[in-house]
């Protein structure tokens, strides 16, 4: 009987675990961005349109401002909910509120890259 409830304790955990897992946000290092660059994901810098146009990471083809779209989630619209989602900004804070957003809006697989342009320009 005691190994009975234990089973059942681990099998309602581990189906817990398995439905918190999704819609999960993913911090990467600039190093781990660099193997899944030429990955089927969506790219988006969300930083200001005048820090993009100064430099930006070419397979961030798009360019969502934080400050624009943070207020206005309809901006969202073009991005597939289903498909992964990699966010970078210069310093890694405006992709993490970024992040929470898209998670808020049902995205299933996001990530955010740790110390952003920062970082990436020190490699």
């Not at 190994?3 to 955990?13: D, E, G, Q, S, T």
């Not at 988006?44 to 798009?62: A, M, Q």
């Amino acid at each position: 009987m005691k190994y009975k409830i234990i089973i059942v304790f681990l099998m309602v955990f581990a189906l817990l675990t398995g439905c918190n897992s999704s819609n999960a946000i993913e911090n990467i290092t600039v190093k781990e961005l660099s193997d899944v660059l030429n990955e089927d994901y969506q790219f988006v810098d969300v930083r200001t349109k005048e820090e993009y146009d100064f430099n930006h990471i070419e397979e961030f083809g798009l360019n969502l401002d934080y400050y624009v779209f943070s207020s206005d989630n309809s901006l969202l619209d073009g991005l597939d909910k289903d498909k992964p989602v990699v966010l970078i900004c210069r310093s890694g804070n405006r992709s993490s509120e970024a992040a929470k957003i898209l998670k808020k809006e049902g995205f299933s697989s996001i990530y955010n890259v740790l110390g952003g342009m920062n970082d990436w320009n020190k490699e």
